[in-house]
T-cell receptor, first 110, second 114 residues
Framework: GENVEQHPSTLSVQEGDSAVIKCTYSDSASNYFPWYKQELGKGPQLIIDIRSNVGEKKDQRIAVTLNKTAKHFSLHITETQPEDSAVYFCAADSGYALNFGKGTSLLVTP | SAVISQKPSRDICQRGTSLTIQCQVDSQVTMMFWYRQQPGQSLTLIATANQGSEATYESGFVIDKFPISRPNLTFSTLTVSNMSPEDSSIYLC???????????FGQGTRLTVV
């Protein structure tokens, strides 16, 4: 089955700096790659996604890049703010459900 | 989009008992998914529930331990049976728009077994 690896597991940055989280996947048939943000006590919420026909997608301070050949995709958050502090999960579709990475706990310090 | 209401939001249960978690969606959906998120861990798919058929369980999960109902296109339940402390987790239900579109999650049920 699909295996999604995510790094780093924890990340601490100063407010205003950039944060990058990287994921790799194993199933070459995967073609949908969402990123979720999970705040304490809440369910995961989609923040950005990318499909295999696109190499990069940007939404304000958040961008995602995809390299299908290498089977890796990354989340980039620029100008980080304290409210960006949360756990972030990458995922790849398995055809009928999503397989999630282990998560990155991001801490943005003022 | 879909709004998912999940109940209860949290519970503390005695070992050996069972808990049923309810998931209500504000629109009709074909597939509903149940995930488990152990403390500090990622989301692991338990099973996929389609209306009108038996749920499909992932490796490591069995119907006797996690029976699922799907009586209509907007509702599902997951029961955690004969609980032990190892079942302490967050349980999440999810739906998607189909065709590799956004997945929506309930707020989760935080279960503690003592």
């Amino acid at each position: 089955g699909e295996n999604v690896e995510q790094h780093p597991s924890t990340l601490s940055v100063q407010e205003g700096d950039s944060a990058v989280i990287k994921c790799t996947y194993s199933d070459s048939a995967s073609n949908y790659f969402p990123w979720y943000k999970q705040e304490l006590g809440k369910g995961p919420q989609l923040i950005i996604d990318i499909r295999s026909n696109v190499g990069e997608k940007k939404d304000q301070r958040i961008a995602v890049t995809l390299n299908k050949t290498a089977k890796h995709f990354s989340l980039h958050i620029t100008e980080t703010q304290p409210e960006d502090s949360a756990v972030y999960f990458c995922a790849a579709d398995s055809g009928y459900a999503l397989n999630f990475g282990k998560g990155t706990s991001l801490l943005v310090t003022p | 989009s879909a709004v998912i209401s999940q109940k209860p939001s949290r519970d503390i249960c005695q070992r050996g008992t069972s808990l049923t978690i309810q998931c209500q969606v504000d629109s009709q959906v074909t597939m509903m998914f149940w995930y488990r998120q152990q403390p500090g861990q990622s989301l692991t798919l338990i099973a996929t529930a389609n209306q009108g058929s038996e749920a499909t369980y992932e490796s490591g999960f069995v119907i006797d331990k996690f029976p699922i109902s799907r009586p209509n296109l907007t509702f599902s339940t997951l029961t955690v049976s004969n609980m032990s402390p190892e079942d302490s987790s967050i349980y999440l239900c999810s739906v998607d728009g189909g065709g590799n579109t956004e997945a929506f999650f309930g707020q989760g049920t935080r279960l503690t077994v003592v």
